[in-house]
């Protein structure tokens, strides 16, 4: 696309660009379910940027992906049912798989945890 108003964004020729590329990556010529994601956390931006940096120490003092890491958090929370998994290559796969029998430490979750900013409930009346 070109640069201007309707090169990236919520535009519908943006959405619209977005979906054909997908479809063409895919291999597809359909789209089962289309969600939009953006960050509407701007100003918790730095904080969280800080958490993906403690993941990946956490991961690389394990010898594992940080999405072994951050999925291993997600499943020892006792009020998350499951994660969803977007898996696009074998590997994600695995990774899901793997973190599993992954266990971090108390210490490892303290320190996952202790620098998340809660986010505001947005989108809803």
Do not use: C
């Not at 535009?11 to 291999?27: C, E, F």
């Not at 918790?44 to 072994?68: F, H, K, L």
């Amino acid at each position: 696309m070109h640069p201007g108003p309707n090169d990236m964004g919520l535009s519908r020729k943006a959405i619209m660009a977005q979906i054909d590329a997908s479809l063409q990556r895919l291999s597809t010529d359909y789209v089962d379910l289309y969600q939009i994601h953006r960050s509407l956390y701007a100003q918790t931006e730095d904080a969280d940027r800080r958490i993906v940096e403690r993941v990946g120490q956490i991961a690389a003092t394990r010898g594992v992906p940080r999405a072994q890491v951050a999925l291993a958090w997600v499943l020892q929370k006792s009020v998350i049912a499951a994660p969803i998994v977007g898996a696009t290559k074998a590997h994600h796969l695995d990774d899901a798989v793997a973190a599993l029998s992954l266990k971090l430490s108390a210490e490892e979750v303290q320190q996952r945890e202790e620098l998340y900013v809660l986010h505001a409930v947005t989108g809803f009346k």
